[in-house]
């Protein structure tokens, strides 16, 4: 016996063979079963067996059932608990040794029977073995796709059948050729099957390369994937190989609309490891501060905290505080600046959260940083504008309420000495009033014309007529004509220049801004000098009028060109002659500009495009 099984051995004609009791041990030993035999014809019941596979006709009966079983009535009440049965119908002729030729020849039937079916068995329990469950696979976010070692697909999850738009049914049909199914394309070629090659010839894993696309073979679609190639081996072979794939259209699509935002409104996303105390920041921010890029992206907290403005460091260190607290997340944006490569400050916006580990403590704080230094700059021009209206609107209250006494005084000049000139007969007396009543008259009607001129301008309708200005006739007219009020002392003077000179623009503007720079030289020049000229620069015609005056502080030189600015409200005038003359250049196409000193004299320049070249000219130069 064995396992406490009771084994019965024998025929008819004597004892069994030490042949078939070798044979019975090395099966049972070999298969884990217990071997019996019986007889379909036995005086004793308990050896008496009798089914469909030995019927009356066989007399030997040899049988394998499991280890546990006592005797045949257990199998005859259970046959289920039979595993393997044999039987043999001797001939005629009856001997001992005839009886154990026909036992051993059973036994041979038993165990040849017995590891055919074993064989099947081990070559489906290893299949099962290598399978996974459908419920398992079936869970995963990815696709899978199980190969033989032919690279036939003998198994798929629910997501691999929908990205390759085939039924469940296929799984009936496995194993399935797989080029009926899909196709990993890279650079248009077809790379499965080098894959698969590869594998065969040793390696474990294999990582799809970028730019790899899965075309199914239903609609013939293409889409982008990541995926793996991984095996299963028996000891050192091959046994099934399996693919985990994931179609990443979404991904990168999402992935590029956030890179085109992200670049486009300047958002640079980051995190803080708590435990290392280090920033990890987007590449693209250090590029646009321009500073070089740590480790792996990564800046130590002293190196942050050393590039944020001194004023803006303690609201940063108040919201970091609030945030590692983890009592409760810092939800507020907080403006700052940050030192930039080349030394200047740009104004950021930073938001944060933190992520907490199981005990609710943070270990990672995860946030953006915003550049607003374009919001700032039209925030400050904004000021600026506010400003300047402002003063605009200040001054035009001044003007306006001075416009009074600006006008008021001219015309009382003009009305009393014209009334002076009915009752003086004295000829000198009377050549003084008459000269008194033109000043007042020209000073009137330039009052006038600037206030018109500037109506023209806010209105948009200011004029320009573009002709032939022969250059030096203009300066020579503008000289002799302002020659005439210049104070003995001081000497208008026309500089040395070309022989010709013609520029294509208005004569009547042009006029305009040089006899206003002539007038105001003469009313801050009481001695010396004014000069008047041109000369060629870098294609540009530059006009300038020179004097030897009283100057201009350095902190007016930016206010000068602007409405009602007046440096000395004892002088005569709006305050808008210089306004208008640059109003007049940019409209031309020029530019215009002062060059002066306090107390040594100025030069107001501005030029005009458009010079003509002449021979003569040529030659001149």
Not at 350 to 358: K, L
């Amino acid at each position: 016996s064995r396992a406490g099984v009771r084994i019965v051995v024998g025929h008819g004609h004597g004892p069994s063979t030490n042949v078939f009791q070798e044979m019975k041990e090395e099966a049972e030993e070999k298969y884990g079963l217990c071997i019996m035999t019986a007889w379909t014809y036995a005086d004793d019941e308990r050896l008496k067996y009798q089914n469909d596979h030995a019927g009356a006709n066989e007399t030997s009966i040899v049988m394998a059932v499991r280890p546990e079983l006592v005797d045949f009535g257990q199998v005859k009440e259970d046959e289920s608990n039979l595993i393997g049965i044999a039987g043999r119908h001797p001939v005629r002729e009856s001997s001992e040794a005839f009886g154990n030729e026909i036992l051993e020849y059973t036994m041979k039937t038993l165990i040849s029977g017995i590891e055919k079916e074993y064989k099947t068995i081990k070559e489906m329990e290893d299949y099962k073995q290598t399978l996974y469950n459908d419920e398992l696979l079936n869970i995963l976010p990815d696709g899978v796709i199980i190969f033989d070692t032919n690279g036939e697909v003998i198994q798929l999850n629910q997501q691999a059948f929908a990205e390759l738009h085939v039924h469940p049914s296929v799984n009936d049909m496995l194993p399935f050729p797989t080029n009926r199914l899909f196709k990993l394309l890279n650079k248009k070629e077809d790379i499965l099957s080098t894959i698969l090659e590869k594998i065969r010839q040793g390696e474990n894993t294999y990582s799809l390369p970028e730019h790899t696309f899965m075309q199914e073979q239903v609609d013939y679609t293409q889409f982008p994937i990541r995926g793996e190639f991984a095996t299963i081996r028996d000891r050192t072979n091959l046994n099934k190989i399996l693919f985990f794939f994931r179609n990443i259209t979404v991904e990168l699509t999402q992935e590029y609309i956030l890179n085109t935002a992200l670049q486009r409104t300047r958002i640079y996303p980051w995190y803080y490891d708590i435990s290392r105390s280090e920033f990890t920041l987007d590449d693209r921010y250090f590029e646009h501060l321009g500073i070089p890029a740590g480790e792996n992206n990564t800046l130590t907290m002293e190196e942050y905290v050393n590039m944020i403005h001194p004023d803006d460091r303690q609201p940063m260190a108040d919201a970091f505080v609030v945030q590692l607290s983890g009592n409760t997340t810092f939800d507020k944006t907080v403006p700052f600046r940050l030192r930039r490569g080349d030394g200047t400050w740009e104004w950021f916006e930073g938001q944060s959260t933190y992520i907490a580990n199981i005990s609710g403590h943070p270990y990672r704080l995860v946030g953006i940083c915003l550049s607003i230094q374009e919001y700032k700059d039209i925030e400050n021009t904004l000021i600026e504008a506010r400003k300047k209206a402002e003063e605009s609107d200040r001054l035009k209250m001044a003007f306006l309420a001075n416009m009074s006494h600006e006008i008021r005084t001219p015309l009382n000049a003009i009305v009393g000495f014209s009334d002076l000139l009915v009752e003086t007969e004295e000829l000198a007396e009377r050549q003084e009033y008459i000269k008194i009543v033109r000043e007042n008259n020209e000073l009137l009607l330039q009052l006038i014309s600037d206030i018109l001129d500037l109506s023209k301008i806010e209105a948009g309708t200011f004029e320009f007529t573009n002709g032939d200005v022969d250059v030096n006739l203009l300066c020579e007219d503008i000289v002799r004509s302002m020659g005439m009020k210049a104070k003995e002392e001081v000497e208008l003077v026309f500089d040395d220049h070309l022989p010709v000179c013609h520029v294509i623009s208005d004569r009547n503007r042009i006029h305009q801004v040089i006899s206003n720079f002539v007038n105001n030289a003469m009313k801050f020049t009481s001695e010396g000098s004014i000069h008047v000229g041109y000369k060629l620069k870098d294609g540009e015609l530059e006009f300038y009028v020179e004097d030897t005056g009283i100057g201009i502080e350095k902190e007016q030189l930016p206010h000068i060109f602007e409405r009602f600015v007046k440096l000395n409200s004892f002088v005569h005038g709006t305050g808008l002659g210089l306004s208008i003359c640059q109003s007049i250049v940019e409209q031309l196409g020029g530019r215009i500009g002062v060059d002066s000193e306090k107390g040594k004299g100025s030069r107001f320049w501005f030029t005009i495009p458009g010079v003509i070249v002449t021979e003569e000219m040529n030659c001149a130069r």
